[in-house]
């Protein structure tokens, strides 16, 4: 098993920060921060597909406030899920609304998942949320979002 150091604590006053560790520096960076849960949580979850789409691990720690200190919250549970890109046309081949749309929902369920503080999905998950996104409209899809979002408790 990989050993590494532990998340430092960020400086200065408590406040939201996604912190990602770097294998090669043997260091933790900060990644993304704000007085806002929501924000950060949505910047870990694409930082993460994107490192997870190049093929490397992902390990990251996510500090915030809580009593006025520094707390360190869990974050889900490292999978090698790598996140299939959303399909793109060609360029002589115009996007269709429906296209359109089907990406359209499918980044409104993803948000609404960040929201929910699960952004680190499995293979299953990512071919749940595909089904979801072809079988529901975008109305159903933005109500599913606002219940993620309200279980997340960043409204």
Known sequence: ?????ES?????APRWVAMFYR???DSWRTAAQSPH????LYALGEMTR???ARGDEVTVALWGPKDGAWHRYDAPQQQ????RPDPEPSPDEPATLAERMTGRRHQVLMAGLT???????????DTTVQTLVERLDEAA???IADWLTAAGGTR
């Open 115 to 125: 929201n929910a503080g699960l952004y680190d999905l499995s293979p299953e998950d």
């Open 1 to 5: 098993m990989e050993s590494r150091p």
């Open 8 to 12: 430092p604590q960020p400086q200065g």
């Open 141 to 143: 899809v933005r109500r």
């Open 80 to 83: 090698t899920a790598v996140s």
């Open 23 to 25: 294998p090669a520096a």
């Open 50 to 52: 994107a490192v997870r």
């Open 37 to 40: 849960r929501s924000p950060v």
